[in-house]
Structure formats: C-alpha cells, structure tokens
Antibody, heavy 121, light 110 residues
Framework: QIQLVQSGAEVKKAGASVKVSCKASGYNFSNYGISWVRQAPGQGLEWMGWISAYNGNTKIVQNFKGRVTVTTDTSTSTVHMELRSLRSDDTAVYYC??????????????WGQGTLVTVSS | QSALTQPRSVSGSPGQSVTISCTGT?????????VSWYQQHPGKAPKVMIY???QRPSGVPDRFSGSKSGNTASLTISGLQPEDEADYYCCSYAGGFNVIFGGGTKLTVL
C-alpha cells in the first residue's frame, strides 16, 4: 500500500537547522511530486512548497525562500526538507504529501504522519 | 498571498446538512478548477475528501460533495454523522505552481 513515512520529532535551538525526511513506498516514486505543509500548534495548514521526484524541479513559497531546501533521493525514494535559521514561530508539525503532477491532479492524496519540530530559545 | 476565507466554525445535528464556504479570488479559486477539501481529526494528518472542485476519491462517502461558483467553493456534508466532527480545509491552485489553503473550519456535530 502507498505510504509516506516521516522522520521523528526534533527539538532545536533558535538559529539552528532541521532536516525532515519523507520516505515513500508502494508506488513509482519518480512519477509523482512531494509537497511540504506545516501546521503550527492550534493553527491552520500552511503550504511550503513542492518538488517533482521526476526531475527535481522545486517551487518554494516566497516566505520560505532562502531558508528552505527540498531535495530528492530517488535511490531510496526519500524526500528531504531542510529549514534553516530556525525561529520560535517555526515550531509546528511538518507534513509531506504526495501530488500527481503528471496527471495535473494538483491535490494531496497521501500524507505522511507528520513530524513535530520544536524550536526553543 | 492571504489564506482563502472560510468560516471559523459551523455546526449541525446528526442527519442534517451543512455547507462550508471557501472564498478566494480570480487568481486562485475563481480561475482554476484545482480546488480540494481536506478533513483533519485532532492529532491526525489531513485526508482529502474532494478534489478538482467536485470529485470524490474512492472510499469517501457520497455524503460529501463539492461545488464552485465564481470565487467561492463550497463543501456540503449531508446526513451528518458524529464522525464528521473535524476541521475542514479548502485548498486551491493559485497559478505559477503555487497552492494556497483556507484558514480552516471547525465542524461541530451537536
């Protein structure tokens, strides 16, 4: 079955970096993209960007440009999201989600379980 | 860009119908048919309920339906059941490979 399994919870100091991974299984990894969505405590969903596992092309929301890097490792069907210069308001659950670019189905059909990133000062 | 506008909360009794609105602009909801809706229970990952305005993924009950008129999309849940109590988020493609979410609506089943 299709699964996205994310790395475990992280606690970081302000100013540090965090890398969250999302390992895909159960489908042809290269035929889809992966998006990152975060949710601060008690808040709504915030789209961060996405990457095509087919060609590595990325789109990162302007708010995060310069702080976020998303990469793929097709050998392990894993997508990594690195967030740098962490601030306290980056404390959130980070989700990865699958998107079907090839069929132009621009919605998120499978989600990871979420990774809690806590930033302390 | 600002989040799509959703009511903060809606409520209904079991068996009733509720509609959640999602208002955007011609640059997102009004200009594209890639509008989707997600259900999120506390502590869980979101789950897609509707995509492409009115398409239901397999396994989603036909009590859930979607529509769009102009810059506003809507999710209607008919025959409300206790397990429908959750947060609901709309999402729209916004051009230029951008996506935008709504602020979320808390559905209470009375």
């Amino acid at each position: 079955q299709i699964q996205l399994v994310q790395s475990g919870a992280e606690v970081k100091k302000a100013g540090a970096s965090v890398k969250v991974s999302c390992k895909a299984s159960g489908y042809n990894f290269s035929n889809y993209g992966i998006s990152w969505v975060r949710q601060a405590p008690g808040q709504g969903l915030e789209w961060m960007g996405w990457i095509s596992a087919y060609n590595g092309n990325t789109k990162i929301v302007q708010n995060f440009k310069g702080r976020v890097t998303v990469t793929t490792d097709t050998s392990t069907s894993t997508v990594h999201m690195e967030l740098r210069s962490l601030r306290s308001d980056d404390t959130a659950v980070y989700y990865c989600a699958r998107v079907d670019f090839i069929a132009a189905l621009l919605y998120f059909d499978y989600w990871g379980q979420g990774t809690l990133v806590t930033v302390s000062s | 860009q600002s989040a799509l506008t959703q009511p903060r909360s809606v409520s209904g009794s079991p068996g009733q119908s509720v509609t959640i609105s999602c208002t955007g602009t011609s640059g997102n909801v009004g200009g594209h048919n890639s509008v989707s809706w997600y259900q999120q229970h506390p502590g869980k990952a979101p789950k897609v309920m509707i995509y492409d305005v009115n398409q239901r993924p397999s396994g989603v009950p036909d009590r859930f339906s979607g529509s769009k008129s102009g810059n506003t999309a809507s999710l209607t849940i008919s025959g409300l059941q206790p397990e429908d109590e959750a947060d609901y988020y709309c999402c729209s493609y916004a051009g230029g490979f951008n996506v935008i979410f709504g602020g979320g609506t808390k559905l209470t089943v009375l």
